[in-house]
């Protein structure tokens, strides 16, 4: 990397932004220009370089040249290493330590201060043992924890924090930001390379989500892409690819070169199986241009699957065109609450009336962001518990002129109910630690019979809200993505008797086509497979043609709400009887198996896949597709919270670096980014209130966040599904949320009683 790059890059100060991101290649020089093997920052000077103090190394190494290469031949065991002056010494350290086959070898860590130290073994033991500091272990260190845990780069030269480590080691020596940026950097390259070989040596798809961000904190525009797909122990894993810095203008042509450039980096750009993005005209350009640089022979089926819209996103649309239908009815709750939320007296007030009252809610009131709806959910749920205290303190201020009268209190609370099964299906849909495929297709049909219901209301307003959202879902979803009904398909507690049970609720006369056309999808797919794996059957069943591998919605009235035990019934007296035995009619004629609490559908197809091979590697592929973006848009509240004023000049080369390193040292230790360790809850701000409108007309969509699984992290799948259809059912109940402070954001409240 040039010196311009090595004298600028410095820590949150960094301003130069004409600087390609080319990836890690660039950051070696960094590392080499900012420290050497103590910990002590270089300059970049040549000669000041010379003058430094030599490595202790070189009184057990001499310095040969074998064929023009310069070595490091071990005076000990004659061992030759490479001696280079980019290569460090750190490889000859070690050698001295752990690889040198001579006796007698002179330990290095003999003059070191050995301290004693409690082990912790796997049976839950501890014992006493010594331990030597190692200096370069202790960067390693400190870099993990200002990456894991969003500190300030300067975070090291922080008075108290010296002063602590002098305290606790005086061998420890004091480490610049900028050394620490270098270690950050080793850090980087190291987890990226296990990233990459975890990857590499997965024989699964990969799918893929990206989206937008625009920083609010220095306005300006990255991408980020994360790769989703089951390993070789059949374990859900998702990846950071990258966290890409994108210049302005943000075209079509700009992003699809940025989006491919970083499938060739990974070398996945041939096993794609789905990239899953949100609903706008720009990503169903960049889509076209995607399909058109990938080979069509290296896709699922050709690239008939190869777009996906995010769930969420459009569930979002839904429920706002609905919400828009009562914008009248709650207004003056809307005004109530940003009257008595405005001042910290008003605050005060508010809660002490509540307490006089003897109000059982410890909920505060918070006002909705108007773009989105569960914000909305969430003002309402909390101030329909309050509205004995509003009506008290009209009272008391003749300046509050909004209080809302019975009949919008009467229409907040049935909205609550209507709105509940939505809410609850958002948050099921945007679950990042079990998949999410299979789930899609009931909960769908569950959503669109019950918007059939609502249009039967005796009640005009839900009927006039029920047609509304009816008009955008047909837009959206009166055509179901094939991979999601086949991935219904792939669960065993369903098969193709939840196919059987929804059609002909779903279809008029021609229910028995539709049905004819998922068993040509499923052909084809295994066809795709037994191909691809040089094993091919020759059994079919019926003729294969799945161009259209949508499914058209024709919604007629009267349907009957979801009953797991009619379904139940139902597949019990439809079981079929297949004659063939090819490796998907041997699995569709095996019973169903019954739904449990602890049911896990990857653990299923591990133990089944030596019985159902093809299929398994079908399941792999499928069951890995995330149904929303949630996974790559959380990484943009890390970013809010990385980026925040104070730290708003950091280059986007390190917020890249700290944003991916991040997510895959949380990734291998325990599966996802754990937020009480990062921080407390009372700074939580949304940072993508001015996403990226090139992208969309519409706020990003940003559900992950309110629906995180901080409530529901206990809980196993089994059991939100269940909640799920039960609010899908009766309408009713209640959740508990947690509004936290200036989000605007809800999230199940575990002690919600």
């Given at each position: 990397?040039?010196?311009s790059?090595?004298?600028?890059?410095?820590?949150e100060?960094?301003?130069n932004?004409?600087?390609?991101?080319?990836?890690?290649q660039?950051v070696?020089?960094?590392?080499?220009?900012?420290?050497?093997?103590?910990?002590?920052?270089?300059?970049?000077n040549?000669?000041?370089?010379?003058?430094?103090?030599?490595?202790y190394v070189?009184?057990?190494?001499?310095?040969?040249?074998?064929?023009?290469?310069?070595?490091?031949?071990?005076?000990?065991?004659?061992?030759k290493?490479?001696?280079?002056?980019?290569n460090?010494?750190?490889?000859l350290?070690?050698?001295?330590?752990k690889?040198?086959?001579?006796?007698?070898v002179?330990s290095?860590?003999?003059?070191?201060?050995?301290?004693?130290?409690?082990?912790?073994?796997?049976?839950?033991?501890?014992?006493?043992?010594?331990?030597?500091?190692?200096?370069?272990?202790?960067?390693?260190?400190?870099?993990?924890l200002?990456?894991?845990?969003?500190?300030?780069?300067?975070?090291?030269?922080?008075?108290?924090f010296r002063?602590?480590?002098s305290?606790?080691?005086?061998?420890?020596?004091?480490?610049s930001?900028?050394t620490?940026k270098?270690?950050?950097?080793?850090?980087?390259?190291?987890?990226?390379?296990?990233?990459?070989?975890?990857l590499e040596?997965?024989?699964?798809?990969v799918?893929?989500?990206?989206?937008?961000?625009?920083?609010?904190?220095?306005?300006?525009?990255?991408?980020?892409?994360?790769?989703h797909?089951?390993?070789?122990?059949?374990?859900?894993?998702?990846?950071?690819?990258?966290f890409?810095?994108?210049?302005a203008?943000?075209?079509?042509?700009?992003?699809?070169?940025?989006f491919?450039?970083?499938?060739?980096d990974?070398?996945?750009?041939?096993?794609?199986?789905?990239?899953t993005?949100?609903n706008?005209?720009?990503?169903?350009?960049?889509?076209d241009?995607l399909?058109g640089?990938?080979?069509?022979?290296?896709?699922?089926?050709?690239?008939?699957?190869?777009h996906?819209?995010?769930?969420?996103h459009?569930?979002n649309l839904?429920v706002?065109?609905g919400?828009?239908v009562i914008e009248?009815?709650?207004?003056?709750?809307?005004?109530?609450?940003?009257?008595?939320?405005?001042?910290?007296?008003?605050?005060?007030?508010?809660?002490m009336?509540?307490?006089?009252?003897?109000?059982?809610?410890?909920?505060?009131?918070?006002?909705?962001?108007?773009?989105?709806?569960?914000?909305?959910?969430?003002?309402l749920?909390?101030?329909?518990?309050?509205?004995?205290?509003?009506?008290?303190?009209?009272?008391r201020?003749?300046h509050?002129?909004s209080?809302?009268?019975?009949?919008?209190?009467?229409?907040?609370?049935?909205?609550?109910?209507?709105?509940?099964?939505?809410y609850?299906?958002?948050?099921?849909?945007?679950?990042?630690?079990?998949?999410?495929?299979n789930?899609?297709?009931?909960?769908?049909?569950e959503?669109r019979?019950?918007?059939?219901?609502?249009?039967?209301s005796?009640?005009?307003?839900?009927?006039?809200?029920a047609?509304?959202?009816?008009?955008?879902?047909?837009?959206y979803?009166?055509?179901?993505?094939?991979i999601?009904?086949?991935?219904?398909?792939l669960?065993?507690?369903f098969?193709?008797?939840?196919?059987?049970y929804?059609?002909?609720?779903?279809y008029?006369?021609?229910?028995?086509?539709?049905?004819?056309?998922?068993?040509?999808?499923?052909?084809d797919?295994?066809k795709?497979?037994?191909?691809?794996?040089?094993?091919?059957?020759?059994?079919?069943?019926?003729?294969?043609?799945?161009?259209?591998?949508?499914?058209?919605?024709?919604?007629?009235?009267g349907c009957?709400?979801?009953?797991?035990?009619?379904?139940?019934?139902f597949?019990s007296?439809?079981?079929?009887?297949?004659?063939?035995k090819?490796d998907?009619?041997?699995y569709?004629?095996?019973?169903?198996?019954?739904?449990?609490?602890d049911?896990?559908?990857?653990?299923?197809?591990?133990v089944?896949?030596g019985?159902?091979?093809?299929?398994?590697?079908?399941?792999?592929?499928?069951?890995?597709?995330?149904?929303?973006?949630?996974?790559?848009?959380?990484?943009?509240?890390?970013?809010?919270?990385?980026?925040?004023?104070?730290?708003?000049?950091?280059?986007?080369?390190?917020?890249e670096?700290?944003m991916c390193?991040q997510?895959?040292?949380?990734?291998?230790?325990?599966g996802?980014?754990l937020?009480?360790?990062?921080?407390n809850?009372?700074?939580?701000?949304d940072?993508?209130?001015?996403g990226?409108?090139h992208?969309s007309?519409l706020?990003?969509?940003?559900?992950?966040?309110?629906?995180?699984?901080s409530?529901?992290?206990?809980?196993?799948l089994?059991?939100?599904?269940?909640?799920?259809?039960?609010h899908?059912?009766?309408?009713?109940?209640?959740?508990?949320?947690?509004?936290?402070?200036d989000?605007?954001?809800?999230?199940?409240?575990?002690n919600?009683?």
């Amino acid at each position: 990397m040039s010196n311009s790059l090595e004298n600028s890059h410095v820590g949150e100060e960094d301003t130069n932004d004409d600087i390609p991101l080319e990836g890690v290649q660039e950051v070696e020089g960094v590392e080499e220009a900012s420290r050497d093997d103590d910990g002590v920052e270089q300059s970049s000077n040549k000669k000041k370089r010379g003058m430094r103090e030599p490595s202790y190394v070189w009184g057990h190494f001499t310095k040969v040249t074998i064929n023009g290469e310069l070595k490091a031949k071990c005076n000990h065991c004659q061992a030759k290493l490479v001696a280079s002056g980019h290569n460090g010494t750190s490889h000859l350290d070690r050698h001295l330590k752990k690889s040198c086959k001579a006796k007698g070898v002179p330990s290095v860590l003999d003059s070191l201060q050995k301290t004693l130290s409690v082990t912790r073994k796997d049976d839950g033991t501890s014992c006493i043992e010594t331990r030597e500091f190692d200096p370069i272990v202790a960067r390693q260190k400190i870099a993990t924890l200002v990456v894991k845990h969003e500190l300030p780069l300067n975070f090291v030269e922080y008075e108290a924090f010296r002063d602590w480590m002098s305290y606790a080691n005086p061998l420890v020596k004091n480490l610049s930001r900028n050394t620490l940026k270098s270690e950050i950097f080793k850090l980087y390259q190291a987890e990226k390379a296990k990233a990459m070989a975890l990857l590499e040596n997965n024989d699964s798809r990969v799918a893929i989500t990206t989206d937008m961000w625009t920083a609010s904190n220095q306005k300006k525009g990255y991408m980020v892409v994360t790769g989703h797909f089951v390993d070789k122990s059949w374990q859900l894993q998702s990846r950071i690819l990258r966290f890409i810095y994108l210049p302005a203008p943000h075209t079509t042509e700009f992003l699809s070169e940025a989006f491919f450039k970083c499938m060739l980096d990974w070398n996945v750009d041939r096993r794609i199986s789905v990239v899953t993005l949100d609903n706008c005209s720009t990503n169903d350009a960049m889509v076209d241009r995607l399909m058109g640089l990938i080979p069509a022979d290296s896709m699922l089926m050709g690239g008939n699957f190869f777009h996906m819209r995010c769930v969420a996103h459009i569930l979002n649309l839904i429920v706002k065109d609905g919400m828009k239908v009562i914008e009248e009815w709650i207004k003056k709750i809307r005004d109530s609450v940003a009257y008595w939320t405005g001042t910290p007296k008003r605050v005060e007030t508010f809660e002490m009336a509540a307490r006089q009252l003897q109000v059982k809610c410890e909920k505060k009131l918070v006002l909705d962001c108007v773009t989105r709806w569960n914000s909305t959910y969430v003002m309402l749920d909390i101030a329909v518990k309050y509205k004995i205290v509003f009506s008290r303190l009209q009272q008391r201020d003749k300046h509050y002129t909004s209080l809302p009268t019975d009949g919008e209190w009467e229409m907040a609370e049935k909205m609550l109910e209507y709105l509940l099964p939505f809410y609850s299906m958002t948050e099921l849909f945007s679950g990042t630690q079990y998949p999410t495929s299979n789930l899609f297709f009931p909960m769908i049909c569950e959503m669109r019979i019950n918007l059939d219901e609502w249009d039967l209301s005796s009640v005009p307003v839900i009927r006039e809200m029920a047609g509304q959202m009816i008009m955008k879902f047909d837009k959206y979803w009166a055509q179901i993505h094939g991979i999601l009904v086949m991935a219904v398909i792939l669960d065993p507690r369903f098969k193709m008797q939840l196919v059987n049970y929804y059609f002909p609720q779903l279809y008029g006369e021609g229910v028995a086509n539709e049905i004819q056309r998922v068993r040509n999808l499923s052909n084809d797919l295994v066809k795709f497979y037994e191909i691809k794996s040089g094993n091919v059957s020759d059994a079919v069943v019926g003729e294969s043609s799945s161009a259209d591998v949508r499914f058209n919605f024709n919604l007629g009235t009267g349907c009957k709400f979801f009953d797991i035990k009619k379904f139940e019934a139902f597949a019990s007296q439809n079981s079929e009887t297949i004659v063939s035995k090819s490796d998907l009619e041997r699995y569709l004629e095996e019973p169903l198996i019954k739904s449990t609490s602890d049911f896990d559908i990857l653990n299923w197809w591990k133990v089944n896949q030596g019985k159902y091979p093809i299929l398994a590697q079908m399941a792999k592929d499928i069951l890995a597709i995330p149904v929303t973006t949630v996974a790559s848009e959380s990484a943009f509240s890390t970013g809010g919270r990385v980026l925040t004023p104070h730290r708003s000049r950091l280059h986007p080369m390190t917020l890249e670096a700290l944003m991916c390193t991040q997510h895959w040292l949380w990734a291998n230790s325990k599966g996802k980014i754990l937020e009480s360790e990062i921080f407390n809850g009372e700074e939580f701000v949304d940072e993508d209130e001015s996403g990226p409108q090139h992208m969309s007309s519409l706020e990003p969509w940003t559900a992950h966040e309110q629906l995180k699984q901080s409530g529901n992290a206990s809980c196993n799948l089994e059991m939100q599904v269940a909640a799920a259809f039960q609010h899908l059912e009766n309408g009713f109940g209640r959740v508990g949320l947690r509004c936290w402070p200036d989000s605007g954001r809800a999230r199940p409240d575990p002690n919600y009683k």
